[in-house]
């Protein structure tokens, strides 16, 4: 397997809302980033980053940069693939950070948790503005995931809600050249909710979203699993990116 | 039946704490006060407001202003009742700045939603400040309460929960003289809150939350009740405060 992070751009967010109630009124640099697996059964997307002219419209108080090499397909070539050569696409969530090209992937397979699409197709008040980009309707037939899921060998999606009613994490199976691969994808944004166990501020259920945070943990120490998290700026600048990836020969550790 | 409302004082907060996620960084004074009821059963008071030490200690972030006029003594005094008058004392639910005087009130019946102080015992780890003040637990043995309580001839107990477990609201019915009283407690910081439909930055259940600041408009509506919300200063410098006090003749509208 080959794991590429695709670095699709970065938006402003308050602290309060990455660790709930702490730091009111700090705006921070939030990465938004896609992950790209080559796989013997296909090649993996995860999430498909953020439309930039949605932001501008829907959240003209946030900041967002995309330069033209950030967008989507400019960095799935610079992982060497096309939009037309991913087989299976999977949403972690179904928020504007997460769903802005899917439009681009209409050839894929497409999945995301079935609570998810129900609770976007009908949101609380407080989620409307989180999935106002409703593109991935008319791009996406989903089809739908309940539960804990092995995609592939290897690709185990985890069900980590709470930050939203159906969310996934990703656990990518580790080998002799790389640990396992945790990528929490919103159930954590930063290392900080994970060593805190403080929720982000957008969330549905906090004590859903507080138990995902320990389970991620459970599962970064049950596997030894290094952990990406979402939108840690500091971590993510640690993090391979396109056209760097993560080398897995497949020989057991 | 005569209604007068106790400032027991002021502290800050975040914007983005009164109404969840908007206008992050901008400081408000959040005014803290009880509601003391003379009524033919009995002398009720509704919550007791904040101790400033434990506020000290426990927030020392914020700024916190109580006036020796403004502990709860005083005020009661000011209202001519003394803390062993009061026969029957509501929690609308156990946050720190809804029990702090508890202490004086021992000799008072004292009533609190059953989830309330099930929740209070073992909060939620994003709760744990919130609660922080145990201070009723020595102070008071409680009445459980579930559901809609007629607590007495026009005082009535809505249960609104979602900023906490357990939370009531209260309905004072009016008369000739003035209109029903809707004190909605937590479960509406603001006027905003009840307008936006937005819920407040602390809470345990956002669906519920918003499910509460619904039935507070529908019950306003039904009962053509004037809204008193919590911790909303431009709105408090609208409500009679000790010595004034609201008079409710009892004879019907």
Chains 1, 2 share one sequence.
């Not at 899921?149 to 999606?157: F, I, N, P, Q, T």
């Not at 320990?214 to 290094?226: F, G, S």
Request: glycine content about 6%; hydrophobic content about 45%.
């Amino acid at each position: 397997m080959r794991v590429t992070l695709l670095d699709t751009g970065r938006m402003t967010i308050d602290r309060s809302q990455v660790l709930w109630n702490v730091d009111c009124g700090t705006k921070l640099w939030f990465p938004i980033y896609a992950v790209l697996v080559e796989h013997p059964d296909g090649l993996f997307l995860f999430d498909t980053g953020v439309d930039p002219d949605h932001v501008r419209a829907a959240f003209p108080w946030e900041r967002i940069e995309q330069t033209p090499e950030q967008r989507l397909e400019a960095q799935l070539r610079s992982a060497g693939a096309s939009p037309d050569d991913v087989t299976h696409l999977v949403n972690s969530h179904l928020h504007f950070d997460h769903v802005g090209a899917n439009r681009l992937l209409r050839g894929a397979r497409t999945f995301v948790a079935e609570a998810e699409l129900r609770a976007a197709r009908a949101p609380q008040p407080f989620e409307a503005l989180a999935y106002s980009d409703r593109s991935f309707e008319e791009a996406s037939a989903f089809e739908l995931l309940e539960g804990d899921v092995e995609l592939a060998h290897g690709l185990r999606l985890y069900a980590t809600p709470g930050h939203c009613a159906g969310h996934y994490s990703l656990l990518v199976d580790g080998d002799a050249e790389h640990r396992s691969m945790l990528f929490t994808f919103d159930a954590a944004y930063s290392l900080e909710n994970l060593e805190r166990e403080i929720i982000s501020g957008f969330h549905l259920d906090p004590i859903a979203a507080t138990e995902s945070i320990r389970r991620l943990k459970a599962l970064a120490a049950e596997h030894d699993a290094e952990l990406f998290v979402a939108h840690d700026l500091p971590a993510f600048a640690g993090y391979r990116r396109a056209p760097d990836a993560y080398e897995l020969s497949g020989v057991p550790a």
